[in-house]
C-alpha cells in the first residue's frame, strides 16, 4: 500500500499552492481552489513521518457526501470531486478562527476540566461534570487558526469581535450556521448507530457571501462514539467506544508524545500505519453505510495529476 505524502503539481492557471497539515491547496487564477487530500497525518499540530494509506480518499470523499448534505443549511465551497482524493471548489477569504463546537464533555476539553478549568472560551461550564456527559446544549468553543508547528490556540467571541477577526454580524452568522451543521451531522450519524461529540468547522467569504469551507464531519475534525452501549458506558465510567482520530493520539500519549519540545514522535511500523489505515476506512463505512473501494493507488501522484487537468480542461 503506498500512500501520498507530497505533491508538487503545475496545473495550468495555477497562481500558487499552500502545503497545509494535511491538505495540499492550489490556486487557479485567483478564482478557484483545488484542494488535494493527502495521506499525511497530524496530531497534536504536529505532522507525524508516516502517510497512511487511503486516509486521503476516506477524508475527502466523506467531507464530499457531508457538503452536500448539508447545502441546504448555507452554502459551500465545493464544485466538483475531481479525483477521490480532491475537491475543487470556489476560492475564498477565510476567518481565522475555527469554530469547534462540542455535544459532550471530551478529549482536550475533559483534560482542562479535570485540572480544575471551569471556562473555555469565555463559555461557563456546570460544576460535577464526569467524562463523555453531554453538555445541555451544544457549546462553541472557537480557536485560532495555527501555522504549521504552532498549536491553535483557545479564543472567546468577545476575543474575536476586539481582534476585529470578524464582525459582530458574521460572528453571528458563523455561530447560526456551526449550530444547523452540528444539529443535521448528528442526526445523521444517529442514524447511522453513531453520537456526533464534536466537530469544527472553518467559513470563509467570496462576493460577500459566507461559505462552508475545507472539510466536515470528518474523522479529522469531528470525534464520534457508537451509540450502542455509550450510557452503560458511561454509568460505570468506562471509556466510550469511538470512531475518531482520538486513538492515535492516545497511541502517541501511551508512548510519550503530546507534541511537547524534546518529545520524539513513536516508531510507526507497519503494523501501526495499516492499523490506523484500517480505522479510517471502518469509519468511512460506518459513517456512510457504504463498502469503501480502494482506488488503485500505484501511482498516486500521476492519477490525481491526469484527473485535474481532465476537469480544469
Not at 273 to 302: C, K, M, P, W
Request: glycine share 8%; proline share 5%.
Amino acid at each position: 500500500m503506498s500512500a501520498l505524502t507530497k505533491t508538487d503539481f503545475h496545473f495550468p492557471g495555477q497562481t500558487g499552492v499552500y502545503h497545509g497539515k494535511v491538505r495540499d491547496v492550489y490556486n487557479i487564477g485567483g478564482q478557484q481552489l483545488v484542494m488535494v487530500a493527502t495521506d499525511r497525518i497530524s496530531a497534536f499540530d504536529v505532522v507525524l513521518p508516516e502517510g497512511i494509506p487511503y486516509k486521503g480518499q476516506v477524508l475527502n470523499q466523506i467531507a464530499a457526501k457531508f457538503l452536500d448534505a448539508t447545502a441546504d443549511i448555507c452554502p459551500n465551497w465545493k464544485q466538483a470531486t475531481p479525483d477521490p482524493m480532491v475537491t475543487a471548489g470556489v476560492l475564498c477569504e477565510g476567518f481565522p478562527v475555527e469554530m469547534i463546537v462540542r455535544g459532550y464533555l471530551c478529549g482536550s476539553a475533559w483534560r482542562a476540566y479535570k485540572s480544575g478549568v471551569r471556562e473555555i472560551c469565555g463559555v461557563k461550564l456546570p460544576e460535577g461534570m464526569r467524562e463523555n456527559e453531554r453538555f445541555p446544549e451544544p457549546i462553541i468553543t472557537p480557536t485560532t487558526k495555527a501555522e504549521i508547528g504552532e498549536h491553535d490556540a483557545d479564543i472567546s467571541r468577545e476575543e474575536i469581535l476586539a481582534r476585529g477577526l470578524a464582525t459582530p454580524e458574521e460572528y453571528a452568522v458563523l455561530e447560526r450556521y456551526t449550530l444547523a451543521l452540528f444539529r443535521r451531522g448528528t442526526e445523521i450519524a444517529a442514524r447511522r448507530g453513531l453520537i456526533l461529540v464534536d466537530t469544527k468547522y472553518e467559513f470563509g467569504k467570496h462576493d460577500g457571501t459566507i461559505y462552508l469551507m475545507d472539510e466536515i464531519h470528518t474523522p479529522d475534525s469531528s470525534r464520534y462514539f457508537y451509540s450502542e452501549g455509550y450510557e452503560e458506558r458511561f454509568a460505570k465510567g468506562d471509556p466510550q467506544k469511538q470512531l475518531s482520530k482520538e486513538f492515535v493520539r492516545e497511541w502517541l500519549m501511551d508512548n510519550g508524545f503530546q507534541g511537547k519540545e524534546g518529545q520524539q514522535v513513536p516508531e510507526m511500523t507497519p503494523e501501526i500505519v495499516r492499523s490506523i489505515s484500517d480505522r479510517y476506512i471502518e469509519l468511512y463505512e460506518h459513517l456512510t453505510g457504504e463498502t469503501f473501494v480502494r482506488e488503485d493507488n500505484a501511482d498516486l501522484a500521476a492519477r490525481i495529476e491526469q484527473n485535474v487537468l481532465k476537469y480544469l480542461g
